[in-house]
């Protein structure tokens, strides 16, 4: 697994809402939630997460 980082980052107090209920529904924690929708975005957008920007086969990330 690669090496975790953290860093602060501020959000409207809705969209933590919002994004809490998400995460109870789906039974993961925000944290893993927000994970999981930005490695998605980063997927979606061809950008995933280790290719540099590069855009990567559709089964990477899954």
Known sequence: ???KK???VRLDAD???ALRRWADD???SL???M???LRRALR???RSAGSG???SSPEEGD
Do not use: D, H, I, P
């Open 6 to 8: 953290s860093f602060l």
């Open 26 to 28: 789906e039974l993961r």
């Open 35 to 37: 994970e999981f929708v």
């Open 53 to 55: 920007g590069k855009a």
């Open 44 to 46: 979606e957008a061809g």
């Open 1 to 3: 697994m690669a090496e």
């Open 15 to 17: 969209l933590l809402e």
């Open 31 to 33: 944290n893993g939630q």
